[in-house]
């Protein structure tokens, strides 16, 4: 069944796991989650971001998540949009069947400049009022992802703040996150902690100075009551990396969020863990290396069975990791 962000999270609190947040484009990445749900019997958070639904298109996402529900009655999904860029965007996505939507105030319209702090509450706010008002939950953003390494908001396709960030920007407040919540009402709260998009997050295995984890448990005391997000959560996995890289693929030296570290993350109050790069490493590989293993195949669904399960094992073991299998 459809549930909102604010019922399957307040489970998650309750029982203390986190849950994955993967974004889906098409039919493929809907299948493996939902398979993987299913064998561990995790509830699942679907999300989409403004790309996916110009991707896919908006009734064709809106059926095959309709199509995921009946397929899995047992297991709770939220159908949640990504990044809303504008109360616009976030009004439009309810009228379509959202049960959750990401207000991204931290950002102005254009999705790429950081924005002023009045300006990210007050459309916040103006978000939560009408969503609250049909039962639909709301995220916020406080904090701009970016690197602590670099200063860059460095974001090579194109999700998130461009240019130089201070390091302030990309370190959510405690204090400033008890006034933003009680000011908007925001279900759920993603933090900056130095996690950015994409597959290019550290230029090593990040340490303490560069991922900011041991920030999380004050930021959820002094908001106890709203989920905390971590976006920017994939783990980059050095195996399928190489496997890209064995089969004609050219990804830089690069590392993304360990695992252990999102846990520690969890165990300090993060709810809702975002996650849609490792699923695309994940199929990329696996579909370089089908067609360079078969180079007469030319059936398209050989490559996509392939991508599947690449995606479903790459979300099994974040339901079994965070804490969430067994809770559907
Ligand atoms: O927030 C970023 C997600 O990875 C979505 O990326 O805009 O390419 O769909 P996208
Ligand atoms: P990744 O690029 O690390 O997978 O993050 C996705 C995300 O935060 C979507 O909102
Ligand atoms: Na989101
Ligand atoms: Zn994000």
Known sequence: ALVSLRQLLDHAAEHDYGVPAFNVNNLEQIQAIMEAADEVQSPVILQASAGARSYAGEAFLRHMVLAAVESYPDIPIVLHQDHG????????????????????????????????????????????????????SVEGELGCLGSLETGEAGEEDGVGAEGKLTHDMMLTDPEQARDFVARTGVDALAIAIGTSHGAYKFTRQPTGDILAIDRIAAIHAAVPNTHLVMHGSSSVPQEWLAIIRQYGGDIKETYGVPVEEIVRGIRSGVRKVNIDTDIRLAMTGAMRQLLAEKPGEFDPRKPLIAARKAARGICKARFEAFGSAGQA
Do not use: W
């Open 85 to 136: 860029a504008t109360p616009a965007v976030c009004q439009q996505s309810i009228r379509s069947g959202f049960t959750s939507v990401m207000m991204d105030g931290s950002l102005r319209e254009d999705a790429k400049t950081p924005s002023s702090y009045d300006y990210n509450v007050d459309v916040t706010a103006k978000v939560c009022e009408f969503a609250h008002a049909v039962g639909v």
